[in-house]
């Protein structure tokens, strides 16, 4: 397994291991937690990244394991009903199943998931999502004529005698993950003029995922230019760029661009230049070379970094140094 998929595997553990946390907290007082839309939803949005990255990273078990909890979370969600210790003891047995299979591919040396060990989970979780499933119909049924099969209606209004439809909304974590995992398979190709450019081009497609959300673009702008960068490996850009998209397209689907942010790395890897080479000795009969430098400080600062070798760079720090501390003097 190379090194930008550990990595990637390594942000996905921490990711569900939080995620794990916000669902157990409203599972011990689910009683409480129901009455709170907000709550339900952000157990519903838990389950629905995890699964996300699972199924970006291909841990299946993990996916299904956990769809299935997002689908009792969104009945819970839509149609909330009364809860009792038998709905409870349920989803707990549900969320077990869940931490049982991150906490295996956490404490695996090899980052991978035993076979066997997803097959026993799987096995032994079956049951309980049947009953759960069937628990919540039968609740459900009792409290409402709504079945729980109906999907969100269309939006649809009147216009002039005939009928305006509006298009579904769109998943905002399917489409981010299945645009990361076209990156993956592009960033494991290597290097080159080609991939780079698909790379861009899936990078600000996810412009439209958000059309309206102000930081959300600038986010996808900033990674786009990162991997536009050719002073930027895969190895170091890779995981930089699917961990940002991966954590912010979750805060977009919660209704949160406030709180999507360009991080510092991120800012740093638009920004990226070539290492400058060593400057060949020049012989004492060679005329000096001249540059020209900028009247702003960090122009000049950039024009001397861009131009001199790091020890020319130490040997001038020590001059300036010693100017100024002459000029004081007198």
């Known amino acids: 397994m190379d090194d930008n998929k550990q990595q990637i595997i390594h942000y996905f553990i921490e990711e569900a291991q939080e995620h794990l946390e916000t669902v157990e907290q409203g599972l011990l007082d689910l009683a409480e937690v129901i009455s709170d839309a907000e709550r339900v939803n952000e157990m ?29 979370f969104k009945i819970l969600r839509d149609h909330p009903v009364p809860i009792d210790q038998k709905l409870e003891t349920l989803f707990l047995k549900g969320y077990d199943a869940l931490k049982a299979l991150v906490e295996e591919l956490a404490t695996s040396p090899t980052m991978s998931l035993r076979p066997e060990f997803v097959a026993e989970i799987l096995s032994g979780s079956a049951a309980n999502f049947v009953a759960l499933q069937e628990y919540l119909e039968e609740m459900l049924n009792s409290n409402t004529q709504d079945t729980i099969s109906r999907e969100a209606p269309i939006a649809a209004a009147a216009i002039g005698g005939g009928t305006a439809v509006m298009a579904p909304p769109i998943d ?52 786009a230019q990162a991997i536009a960068n050719p002073h930027n490996t895969y190895n170091a850009v890779a995981p930089l760029v699917i961990r940002e998209l991966k954590q912010a397209g979750d805060l977009l689907s919660a209704a949160r661009d406030r709180d999507i942010i360009t991080s510092t790395p991120l800012q740093q890897a638009i ?6 080479a060593p400057a060949t000795p020049v012989a004492a009969s060679t005329p000096a070379a001249q540059i020209t430098i900028p009247v702003d400080v960090r122009g ?9 070798s790091r020890q020319q760079v130490t040997e001038l720090v020590v001059l300036l140094h010693r100017v100024i501390s002459n000029s004081k003097q007198n």
Do not use: Y
Request: charged letters at 10%; glycine letters at 8%.
């Open 172 to 223: 905002i974590v399917a489409t981010v993950t299945t645009a990361l995992q076209q990156m993956l398979v592009l960033f494991k190709q290597g290097d080159s003029p080609t991939s780079r450019q698909q790379l861009v081009g899936i990078a600000q497609s996810l412009a439209k995922v958000g059309a309206n959300a102000a930081n959300w673009q600038a986010l996808v702008q900033a990674t």
């Open 300 to 308: 000049a600062a950039q024009g001397i970094l861009q131009n001199f």
């Open 271 to 276: 920004s990226t230049v070539a290492p400058v």
């Open 44 to 72: 519903f949005r838990a389950a629905h990244s995890i699964k996300g990255g699972a199924a970006m990273l291909g841990f299946e078990g993990i996916q299904a394991t956990a769809h299935k909890l997002e689908d009792c």
